[in-house]
């Protein structure tokens, strides 16, 4: 299960984050998760309960946006939803078909809480 590692790299990154900025506490967490990207949102969100114990982001809510996957057609142009990374256009059934969006894996932001709030 990948979605370990990913969660313990996220927990990581934020914590330096907030490190930096002087928080006491991470709230929240938005993640861009591209349909396409192999991972799963519900085991990413169960071991980022187990990666973040005992951090900053112990209690931090994740929020996670799924973009669908796109594909263009290297022929005529077309973009169209894609499932997988082999498609065949719709239009002209070209199998030149390259992914513009469903990749997607970044931390979009963090919502932390600061000593005194």
Known sequence: MHEMSIAMSIVEAVVANAQKEGAVRISGIDLLIGKLAGIEPESLKFCF???????????AVLAIDEPEGIGECGECGMRFPVTFYYAECPE???????????????????TIEEEGE
Not at 49 to 59: C, P, R, V
Not at 92 to 110: A, D, N, P, T, Y
């Open 49 to 59: 309960s187990s990666a973040s114990k005992g951090t900053l982001a112990e209690d």
């Open 92 to 110: 002209c059934r070209s199998l030149r078909i390259k992914i513009v969006s469903g990749e997607e894996f970044l931390i979009q932001s963090i």
